[in-house]
């Protein structure tokens, strides 16, 4: 009896912590969303009323159309593809050609790879800036996305060559008798081994490029080639806040992230915990 | 990926093509070392060039200042102040994120049912875009429509509805403890990753020897997960260190100044009033400081590597 009752008391504290823990956690996307299709008349009248007194989506409606959000959705998906795109392509072969033809100088090359996420983001504002004006690239998709490539490809690299060393040499040797060449190999064995790999690696590329800010607001300043965030964030300058729009568009930003994150959360710790311990 | 698969992979795996054939193996890592060279190398060299001229944002031409630069930002009360700030911010950021990212990942591991559902509940912060973090802590906030403030009233907590984010004394804490929200996740998974790696026989032992949970955590766990936490304490902390998002899209750096980190100041400088060459100075500055911290911490962890080893 008292191991029961002991073993309870024990829990109850972890137990109770998760939950203000969760509560803390999760009250921001659950307000979002429920002040996103609440009627403009009670956003302004009942901070406090949880739950809405009657549902509409008059809000999406209104940022999507009216203040022209959808136009800046389909900037941010069509950079973030490109981004994605291309930085599959760079390091799924740089990583490859890391973990197969320079496994000595790998590691070092790695860690250099990654030592570049101590260069802050503002550091590299400034000649971005002038190069971009220089070659006129300042207000194009193509700079912005060049520039994503930047933070995009060292991290990618370094989460796929941790999948990528995980074929087996075994398999690729057997192909090669077969006749096949490096990039066939590469191409149809060792890639579809790791695809599990590639996906989530494409998808937090893809994720970060559409959530990313500080370059977007610099380089891009003509509104039909904002992405949302910037769109987003111009909008609140430039008048009264209409609240239930912008939490409409918080709401369109943030749930295919949060979904995604979830699918590949693991994936993105493995990344992180490990890569340069040694 | 564990942590043996990756250490199998890091063999040395010395394929016969790999010396038949020495162009191709260059063309797979070509496209990556490129764009490595010419969007961070260049673009860090260039900056450094920068921090010793006058470039002006709008004016095409410029000229070499010396050291000019570096002694009226060294002597600026704005920008040290925008290094306090920074310090306090990352230091506040880093700590709250750390404390309670264990606590959670210790809850987490402790409890036998609902695993699942508290992780995922508890990882939604970090998915947050800095955008949404904006408007949605704002909203949060609104010293008008928002949910905290009237909530203070409702409870008789306070008279009217306050500005947290708006009154200097109360902005910088409030966007700190937004930031410790947004960063506890990431300390959280990681340490439950390493929490796993420690041994359950040792730990059994050590409490049929007669330890406490106390001792058990000080002896058994903390040097397990030492290595994992070392790193992502000099991750994160160059990560909140250089961050700018978070803090512009929630105050803009105000008010009073108040929550003006380094990238703020930086920003200011350089798309504000269009001095590019003092911006490049500012930002030069914030690398050389990482680059002193960052070098210490990671020797910091390689002697705990070799300590282990023995």
Not at chain 2, 45 to 52: D, N, R, Y
Not at chain 2, 53 to 68: A, I, M, N, P, Y
């Amino acid at each position: 009896m008292s191991g029961v009752s002991q073993r309870v008391r024990s829990l109850t504290l972890p137990y109770a912590f998760l939950v203000v823990m969760a509560v803390l956690s999760a009250f921001p996307l659950v307000w979002i969303i429920i002040s996103s299709v609440k009627p403009a008349s009670e956003l302004a009248s009942d901070p406090l009323s949880f739950f809405p007194s009657e549902v509409t989506f008059a809000h999406y409606g209104k940022v999507l159309f009216e203040l022209g959000a959808l136009r800046n959705l389909g900037n941010s998906v069509i950079i973030a593809l490109a981004t994605t795109v291309l930085t599959i392509a760079a390091s799924t072969t740089g990583a490859y050609g890391i973990v197969r033809f320079f496994p000595r100088v790998g590691q070092k090359l790695t860690q250099l790879l990654i030592s570049t996420y101590m260069f802050p983001p503002i550091l590299l504002a400034v000649p971005y800036s002038v190069i971009m004006v220089s070659v006129g690239l300042a207000n194009t998709y193509v700079g912005l996305v060049l520039v994503y490539l930047s933070f995009s490809i060292p991290y990618a690299i370094w989460m796929l060559t941790a999948f990528y060393q995980t074929v087996p040499l075994e398999i690729e040797e057997a192909a090669q008798v077969d006749g096949a060449g490096k990039f066939r190999i590469f191409l149809t064995v060792a890639s579809p081994i790791v695809l599990p790999g590639i996906v989530a690696t494409a998808i937090y590329t893809f994720i970060n490029s559409f959530n990313e800010f500080l370059y977007a607001l610099l380089f891009i300043n003509s509104s039909d080639k904002m992405p949302i965030s910037v769109a987003l964030y111009s909008l609140s300058g430039s008048e009264v806040l209409d609240w239930g729009a912008m939490m409409a568009a918080c709401v369109v930003i943030v749930v295919p992230s949060v979904v995604f994150f979830l699918l590949i959360q693991r994936h993105i710790a493995a990344g992180l915990s490990e890569g340069s311990v040694k | 990926m564990t942590e043996s698969q990756r250490s199998a992979g890091t063999r040395p795996q010395v394929s016969i093509r790999a010396r038949k054939d020495r162009v191709s193996k260059y063309l797979f890592i070509a496209p990556a070392i490129v764009v490595v060279l010419a969007l961070l190398v260049y673009p860090v060299g260039s900056s450094v060039f920068l921090a010793f001229t006058d470039k002006h944002l709008l004016r095409q031409t410029f000229e070499f200042v010396g050291f000019d630069n570096f002694a009226f930002v060294l002597s600026s009360p704005d920008f040290w102040s925008a290094f306090s700030t920074s310090i306090g911010w990352t230091i506040g950021s880093i700590i709250g994120q750390l404390v309670i990212g264990f606590l959670a990942a210790l809850a987490l591991e402790r409890i036998p049912r609902m695993t699942g559902l508290f992780r995922v509940l508890l990882i939604i912060p970090w998915a947050f875009p800095p955008i949404v973090i904006g408007f949605a802590w704002k909203w949060i906030l609104n010293d008008v429509y928002g949910f905290f403030p009237n909530l203070l009233t409702t409870l008789g907590l306070s008279d009217e509805n306050i500005s947290l984010l708006g009154t200097s004394h109360t902005a910088f804490w409030v966007v700190l403890v937004i930031n410790i929200w947004f960063g506890t996740p990431l300390f959280m998974v990681n340490i439950l990753a390493a929490l796993k790696t420690v041994p359950r026989d040792q730990q059994e032992a050590a409490r049929m020897d007669g330890a406490g949970s106390v001792k058990r955590f000080r002896f058994i766990t903390i040097p397990h997960v030492k290595k994992v936490v070392g790193l992502l304490l000099v991750l994160r902390t160059i990560w909140v260190f250089n961050n700018f998002e978070l803090v512009f899209l929630l105050t803009g750096g105000g008010p009073a100044g108040s929550t003006t980190t380094l990238p703020i100041y930086a920003y200011r400088t350089g798309w504000g009033l269009y001095q590019l060459g003092l911006a490049s100075t500012i930002t030069v500055l914030l690398l050389a400081f990482l680059l002193l911290v960052g070098t210490f911490a990671f020797k910091l962890i390689n002697r705990w590597e070799s300590e282990d080893a023995r």
